[in-house]
């Protein structure tokens, strides 16, 4: 049986879950892997999951709860999105200060050259943006920012694990989210610039000059003209270029036009890259359901008992176990057992693996009846028997004509059901 088995229509809420709830079921399956010790037993939460209401997910969820009943994973994954998301925090908040107090440096004289400061607080942050522009196709210059988040891995398995699933996420499209981290920083610098400029602009009183060693006053008329014209078409009262050469125009409106500048070539379209990086950079982290680990739980949740509301559990009553004298023909039923030799024979035994669908276990029966052959079924304990998983142990009994024999692998799991089930059916059994 395969999650083909299962019916569409009960995991099609597995999508719209939380994507914390994602990284939560994809944390307690890598910490099972690593034999975590949980709040409860894995296998005890999976048993009380099967008895609630609800659909497989529904199960999945609510063993998740039951096995981080203390809040640790909860809070290892809060940590992980702090470590993850934190960093790219403190950049935005560190590029506030410099870019505030780098206005400092460049106004610290009452006489400045108003395109030497104007350089200063776009020349960078536009070549920058450049180059991300031309960078876009090439994510293989991203890899140095793996090491960068590994120095901030932290020690503990619950926490490591966690925060391996959130850089996962990040990996996703690290284009993008590099992208975002580094407009956002810019966003948040550019932003300090341009308090600064306020403050300095509104307390203190400053003079404009134009000295160039190369550039005539007829190059910075130019230059003027060029930047105020995006202001110009929203109504603001640029500088009159006429007046330049003269030195008559009110610093007032120099000021105006470098706060402009910031804002209009400088933030917009920062602000217009960061919201496209954000855009394409959503987290959408998602468990991979054709993992054997999601398989084996969800086909568990999707199974029941047979004649669940009528079933009474009896006392077995075991039928002759003594296996015939025949050659056998060993297969486990849907699940394949890790100890190959676990029907303990030696000699005058054919193997066929794992029998799942009808066309195995037609297969199987055909195969032991010309041989002359008694058929040795290994039954994992841990699966439900349901009418489904029954009908192929009917179809084995009914077309074996020479019979055959049960024995119980891992016979913790339902093996009461089991005996219940085959002691009806008149078959032997072997524990």
Not at 322 to 339: F, G, Q
Not at 359 to 366: G, K, P
């Amino acid at each position: 049986m395969s999650l083909e088995n299962i019916h569409p229509e009960n995991l099609s809420n597995i999508n719209t879950l939380d994507p914390i709830m994602h990284k939560k079921l994809d944390l307690i399956r890598r910490l099972e892997n690593l034999g975590f010790i949980f709040a409860i037993n894995p296998k005890v939460a999976t048993e009380q999951a099967c008895s609630s209401d609800g659909t497989p997910t529904d199960k999945l969820i609510y063993r998740a709860s039951l096995m981080d009943g203390q809040g640790k994973l909860q809070s290892a994954l809060h940590k992980g999105d702090f470590w993850i998301k934190g960093a790219g925090r403190l950049y935005a908040g560190i590029s506030f200060v410099v870019g505030f107090i780098g206005v400092f440096g460049l106004l610290s004289s009452h006489v400045i050259n108003f395109f030497y400061v104007l350089l200063g607080l776009l020349g960078w942050h536009t070549l920058t943006l450049v180059l991300w522009l031309i960078g876009l196709n090439s994510p293989s210059r991203h890899f140095g920012i793996y090491d960068v988040m590994n120095w901030f891995r932290p020690k503990s398995v619950i926490d490591s694990e966690a925060f391996d699933i959130y850089q996962e996420e990040f990996q996703q499209n690290p284009t993008w989210q590099i992208g975002k981290i580094i407009h956002r920083a810019w966003l948040f610098g550019l932003t300090g610039s341009l308090l600064a400029l306020l403050m300095l602009f509104l307390f203190k009183s400053y003079a404009f000059v134009w000295e160039s060693t190369l550039l005539s006053q007829h190059h910075f008329a130019m230059i003027l003209k060029g930047l105020g014209f995006v202001p110009d078409l929203f109504g603001f009262e640029l500088p009159n270029k006429m007046g330049l050469p003269y030195g008559d125009i009110p610093p007032a409106r120099l000021a105006m036009l470098m706060i402009l500048s910031v804002v209009v070539y400088g933030m917009i379209p920062r602000l217009c890259a960061y919201l496209l990086c954000h855009i394409n950079a959503r987290e959408r982290f998602s468990i991979d359901l054709n993992l054997y680990y999601y398989q084996n739980l969800l086909r568990t949740f999707n199974q029941s008992i047979v004649d669940k509301d009528d079933y009474t559990p009896r006392t077995p009553k075991p039928s002759k176990t003594a296996p015939s004298t025949h050659k056998k023909i060993v297969a486990t039923l849907e699940w394949a057992s890790d100890d190959a030799l676990w029907h303990g024979l030696v000699s005058d035994v054919k193997n066929l693996g794992a029998v799942d669908t009808k066309e195995d276990v037609l297969h199987l029966t055909q195969i032991a009846n010309v041989l002359h052959a008694q058929i040795l079924l290994g039954v994992d304990c841990r699966i439900l028997p349901d009418r489904g998983v029954l009908r192929k142990v009917d179809l084995i009994h009914k077309n074996s004509d020479y019979g055959m024999i049960v024995k119980f692998l891992h016979g913790d799991g339902y093996i009461r059901e089991w005996q219940d089930t085959l002691n009806e059916r008149n078959i032997e059994q072997l524990n």
